[in-house]
Nanobody
Framework: QVQLVESGGGLVHPGGSLRLSCTAS????????IGWFRQAPGKEREGVSCINNSDDSTYYEDSVKGRFIISRDNAKNTAYLQMNSLKPEDTAVYYCRCSKIQLGRPPRDYWGQGTQVTVSS
């Protein structure tokens, strides 16, 4: 059964850190690009960071550059989002997404269930 499970969310003070994990089962993460998204109350879901599967190039939304780090451990079939210097505006439900384009076949696209991150004093 294909499944993505996020963990690591919680309540943290401004300036604190959290590390989110996204563990895949039922497929190999090696062949997928991975993205982290977030959705704050009353707002649309937005992309935060992504890492591609070909050369592990990483990309970040401007507001998190220099604070967040995306990584992957294919041996553990897990992706991570290290979040440092957290701000109240980072408060949101964070989702991971794994996607793969397959020429001549339907794309594969999986989402996790989300994990709540709350930054508050």
């Amino acid at each position: 059964q294909v499944q993505l499970v996020e963990s690591g969310g919680g309540l943290v003070h401004p300036g604190g850190s959290l590390r989110l994990s996204c563990t895949a089962s039922g497929f190999n993460l090696d062949y997928f690009s991975i993205g982290w998204f977030r959705q704050a109350p009353g707002k649309e879901r937005e992309g935060v960071s992504c890492i591609n599967n070909s050369d592990d190039s990483t990309y970040y939304e401007d507001s998190v550059k220099g604070r967040f780090i995306i990584s992957r451990d294919n041996a553990k079939n897990t992706a991570y989002l290290q979040m440092n210097s957290l701000k109240p505006e980072d408060t949101a439900v964070y989702y991971c997404r794994c996607s793969k384009i397959q020429l001549g076949r339907p794309p594969r696209d999986y989402w996790g269930q989300g994990t709540q991150v709350t930054v508050s004093s």
